[in-house]
């Protein structure tokens, strides 16, 4: 028999997206600010996601001297104040580093490659948290990440998938050994990732390949949170540890990433059944840790110690009742083609930094806003869910199939299943993202645009007084009266006196109605008013006034507290040789310098 069941709902926690007090969305409004200005200096090219990194750029084991094994060779300092400076300076050379040798653009490039189908603000957060909310250090912190990013190519080792990086050696063989995979969640939704020490062989692979295969887990494993977590679950399998398997630097260059690299990524990281032998060992290696990685190491040595792992999800190797098994499956040739369409990846990567960029206007009246624009607050939450949906679309494009695709755990949609088997048989099937998923970010996004636009006054019979006065022979719309503005659309769409604005002589008004009215074969009815020729059906066009309270979904918005600019009169003027209509330029037509066409440009404006 066959249970599902489905993603729980889990508390937020102070400090993260929807449970912010309001100094640290000060901060987050801050950290936004800053980012922006080092990105001022970007260019409209969005690029391509493969084609950023610099050849020759790079460190695979993030700096340290490889020739020197065990804590030497990492120049960690063992005091946490010392460490905690050494920290700041790498991180603000960094940022130095990734301006000059990189730019602006890659900055702001690598940082939405980064994000991928995650709420922007959900990444901005994890460095304020991982700096304690100081701004400038969070900044230097996402620029270090920024920068280890491309001189590692982490983007070209997703996009390869687990096929492409079978030419790095031994890199399957760390798949097939089953040291590391992902592995059902925690109670609180939680992607637990195992790690079986014993199958690692300290020199049983060159230590480049191995510290790509970690970034290459770490990138997978990103897939499997759904929010609103954002963190996993280490279990780290001492059974059987030896001194053959204690490698140095591969545990190193994993906590550094944990800290610097993905931070504010870990949950818990369980050492479970460490033998005698490595309490010496981690008499060094535990003040080596950042802090805040440290505090969440525990030692365990039954199954129940490990509080946060359900005994029905928990693997049958580790005491518990789940007996599914990793077992890895086999790339196969072609099941990354679509990686090679270059006229996709242009289209749905086009789609996506477009979507970022409207994001990142609509995120500067945010900022300047204080966050008090209820409608800049909803475009907001809006484009996170368009951006998390265009990422899915880039899936197929950019990344390429790892084993969690071909095993049925992940769909790429957002959808991530796990099976326990349980020793009577039953299957539970427990199927988290729904919530989040494409399919349902497809309804909601439909369904927030269509309550939108029935919140958006109907101005549909102010379109048609506008329109009525505009007669034309042969269908021309020609321009004979100006509908009349009020004081405050004027006001506002011109930001001047409306007391100087001219006003039409009537008399100037009729005499022109009566040379526009002959010059097209009008007549005159029995009281010597003048009656304007029939036109033909008007030509479909948008004559849709917006009004002055009415607000849309627009990049071109003026920034809340900032002043609008006058209008200019010399160029607001209805340019009607445009028309593409003989009619439009005859003789005795009015012309676009005369007053109607002013006031009809206000109008427009109001």
């Not at 912010?20 to 970007?42: I, Y």
């Not at 030896?242 to 690299?261: H, P, Q, S, T």
């Amino acid at each position: 028999m066959v249970v599902e069941i489905e993603q729980k709902d889990i508390p937020i926690l102070e400090g993260y997206v929807g449970n912010l007090s309001p100094e640290q969305e000060d901060k987050l409004r801050e950290l936004w600010v800053r980012f922006f200005e080092c990105c001022s200096d970007a260019s409209d090219d969005d690029g391509d996601p493969g084609a950023i990194r610099k050849p020759g750029a790079g460190g695979d084991l993030a700096g340290w001297d490889e020739k020197k094994s065990g804590p030497e060779g990492a120049g960690i300092p063992k005091d946490d104040k010392a460490k905690d400076e050494l920290k700041a300076r790498e991180e603000k050379q960094a940022l130095d580093d990734l301006l000059n040798n990189y730019g602006a653009s890659a900055l702001r490039n690598t940082y939405w490659m980064f994000v991928k189908g995650d709420n922007p603000d959900t990444d901005m957060l994890r460095f304020l948290r991982a700096r304690k909310w100081d701004v400038s250090r969070a900044l230097a912190m996402l620029a270090g990440c920024m920068k280890w990013r491309l001189d590692n190519g982490v983007e070209e080792l997703a996009e390869n998938g687990d096929l492409g990086n079978a030419s790095i050696e031994k890199f399957l063989d760390q798949q097939r050994s089953g040291k590391t995979y992902a592995l059902g969640t925690t109670d609180n939704e939680q992607p637990i990732c195992y790690i079986h020490v014993r199958k690692h062989l300290t020199w049983g692979q060159p230590g480049a390949s191995m510290s790509k295969y970690v970034i290459y887990a770490m990138e997978s494993f990103r897939l499997m949170m759904v929010p609103p977590n954002d963190k996993v679950v280490l279990l780290f399998d001492l059974t059987g540890f030896g001194l053959r398997n204690m490698d140095w630097n591969c545990i190193l260059f994993i906590v550094k990433c944990l800290e610097a690299y993905y931070p504010e990524s870990l949950g818990t990281l369980y050492i479970h059944n460490a033998p005698w032998i490595f309490h010496g060992i981690w008499k060094l290696l535990g003040p080596m840790l950042d802090p805040v990685v440290r505090s969440k190491v525990k030692f365990t040595k039954k199954p129940s110690d490990m509080d946060l792992v359900p005994p029905e999800r928990l693997a049958k190797i580790m005491g518990g009742e789940n007996q599914t098994e990793f077992e890895f499956v086999e790339p196969k040739e072609g099941e990354n083609d679509l990686v090679k369409d270059q006229e996709g990846r242009k289209r749905t990567w086009g789609k996506y930094m477009s979507l970022a960029k409207e994001y990142e206007n609509v995120t500067k009246q945010w900022c300047a806003s204080g966050g008090k624009d209820a409608d800049v607050n909803a475009q907001r939450e809006l484009l996170v869910k368009k951006l998390r949906l265009a990422q899915f679309e880039c899936e197929p494009y950019f990344r390429g199939l790892t084993v969690y695709h071909r095993n049925g755990t992940l769909d790429g949609q957002g959808i991530v299943t796990w099976e326990y088997e349980q020793p009577n048989g039953d299957v539970i099937r427990h199927v988290v993202g729904k919530k989040h998923c494409a399919e349902t970010l497809r309804r909601e996004i439909a369904e927030a645009e269509a309550q939108h636009s029935q919140q958006v006054p109907d101005n549909s019979s102010q379109s048609q007084a506008a329109a009525a006065p505009f007669a034309a022979a042969g269908g021309v719309e020609t321009f004979v009266e100006a509908p009349e503005a009020s004081k405050e659309a004027t006001e506002k769409a011109i930001d001047a006196d409306t007391d100087q604005v001219e006003q039409l002589d009537a008399v100037q008004a009729q005499r022109e109605m009566e040379n526009l009215s002959l010059s097209n074969g009008g007549t005159h009815n029995a009281n010597g008013v003048p009656e304007v020729a029939k036109a033909s059906p008007p030509r479909a066009t948008n004559t849709s006034l917006p009004t002055a309270n009415t607000r849309r979904f627009s990049n071109n918005r003026v920034t809340p507290g900032e002043k609008a600019k006058p209008t200019d009169y010399s160029t607001v003027d209805v340019d009607l040789g445009k028309i593409d209509d003989p009619a439009a330029t005859r003789k005795n037509s009015i012309k676009s310098s005369s007053t109607f066409s002013k006031l009809k440009g206000i109008v427009g404006k109001a």
